[in-house]
């Protein structure tokens, strides 16, 4: 037979169970409401009464992501042994680097272009949210990985460590993940089933 303390530890797990989804529902009330301010404003609205505003937009935003993930890549690959092992690694990441970054710029200003003309679409998923973190993710480690490259460049290291590749090799997989999140926001409810709150 269930004792007191069972049942009162039962009650206790189905209490805290209903105030976190409570939390939840309150949290997404509130991101959701946002997100309908947002899209009521002057800005959201001069955004889509123009019909070619957000695909011309949409196109910038993916060919930024696309020179920032080539321009890892091409790092990483120098970084592995693979390309360009004919050039100090330093050379490599100068050429590079600045396409990254002006990559990341572009990409961030037209992102929250389509945020403010579509604003509920995006908050609405999940898709959005991990992308965001894995950005905010990305533009921190890449930016540390960078300097440990140059910290290992010194040395002039004919092959980098496995600590060096195992970075690199992150990075372009944490891009390849952001590359992801950002088309699978259109397929929300496909991708994370019952995750996702439009589910």
């Not at 409401?33 to 019909?51: N, R």
């Not at 790092?75 to 396409?99: C, H, Q, S, Y």
């Amino acid at each position: 037979m269930l004792g007191l303390s069972g049942v009162f530890g039962l009650n206790g797990a189905l209490g805290s169970g209903a105030m976190y989804g409570a939390g939840a529902m309150h949290a997404w009330g509130s991101v959701s409401g946002f997100a309908g301010w947002l899209e009521a404003t002057p800005a959201s609205t001069s955004i889509k009464s123009v019909s070619w505003v957000i695909p011309f937009v949409q196109s910038i935003h993916i060919l930024m992501i696309g020179v920032v993930f080539i321009s890892c890549l091409m790092i990483a690959l120098r970084v592995l042994g693979v390309m360009r092992t004919d050039e100090p690694v330093e050379g490599v990441w100068r050429r590079f680097a600045p396409w990254m970054w002006s990559g990341l710029v572009v990409m961030a200003a037209t992102g929250m272009t389509l945020v403010v003309g579509e604003p509920e679409r995006e908050f609405g998923t999940v898709s959005f949210w991990l992308k965001m973190a894995l950005v905010a993710i990305g533009v921190t480690g890449t930016a540390l990985y960078g300097r440990s490259l140059k910290s290992a460049a010194a040395g002039a290291p004919a092959v980098f460590p496995v600590s060096a590749k195992a970075a690199s090799v992150l990075i372009v997989i944490l891009w390849l993940a952001v590359i992801f999140l950002g088309r699978a926001i259109a397929y929300d409810k496909q991708v994370w089933g019952a995750l996702s709150p439009h589910a």
